[in-house]
């Protein structure tokens, strides 16, 4: 079965450095999401993307994050200046199509900012 | 937003045991996704239900979908520790943003 993939699985940084997490997508599908999960809380949207520009974004997505699909494969989330908050688990997920469809996540990668 | 009302919030339950978790809502969905999480892990798609009153079974996990289609239920037979984990139910995607329900946090103890 076609699955997102995700690296690095755990990172642990520096506060103020900059961290990249990269997902791979499943191949045919189109339209690409970053969630993130502070341990013990909800999944919470960070942002959708299609056709190499953000959708839609939510207001946890300030101007320290970043996202682009540099090569037609990987979808990367950049946090520019990591803070103490910034720990989470960052979940990327894609689906096929705009709506109505199954949207399939990766594992995720476990940021720890210290 | 759609919200999707899971109950219960919290479960804990004896292996061996059965459970019954649910999924409303007051909006009319076309169908409804159900995922479970599990500590340190992504949400893994279980199973989704498509046609008002379907059930579908995926070995001791039965899921209904409610014949109006507002909401859905997650009965587990013989709880495993192996279920433990945190269950989900999502709508399919709407636009630009896909959302899950409030949850349900399962632990079966041994």
């Known amino acids: 079965e076609p699955e997102v993939t995700q690296t690095p699985s755990h990172q642990v940084t520096q506060m103020g450095q900059e961290v990249i997490l990269r997902c791979v997508p499943i191949?045919?599908?189109?339209?690409f999401y970053w969630y993130r999960q502070i341990l013990g809380q909800k999944v919470e949207f960070l942002v959708s993307?299609?056709?190499?520009?953000?959708?839609?974004k939510s207001e946890i997505f300030d101007d320290q994050f970043s996202v682009e699909r540099p090569d037609g494969s990987n979808f990367t989330l950049k946090i520019r200046s990591t803070k103490l908050e910034d720990s989470a688990m960052y979940f990327c997920a894609s689906t096929r199509a705009h709506s109505g469809n199954t949207i399939y996540f990766g594992e995720g990668s476990w940021l720890t900012v210290v | 937003t759609q919200l999707l009302e899971q109950s219960p919030q919290f479960l804990s339950i004896q292996e061996g045991e059965n459970l019954t978790v649910y999924c409303n809502s007051s909006s009319v969905f076309s169908s409804l996704q159900w995922y479970r999480q599990e500590p340190g892990e992504g949400p893994v798609l279980l199973v989704t239900?498509?046609?008002?009153?379907e059930v579908k079974k995926l070995k001791r996990l039965t899921f209904q979908f409610g014949d109006a289609r507002k909401d859905s239920s997650l009965h587990i037979t013989a709880a495993q520790p192996g279920d433990t984990g945190l269950y989900l139910c999502?709508?399919?995607?709407?636009?630009?943003?896909?959302?899950f329900g409030t949850g349900t946090s399962l632990t079966v103890i041994p």
């Open positions: 999502a709508p399919p995607n709407t636009g630009n943003q896909f959302y």
């Open positions: 239900v498509v046609t008002g009153g």
């Open positions: 993307f299609y056709n190499n520009e953000i959708s839609e």
């Open positions: 191949s045919n599908h189109l339209y």
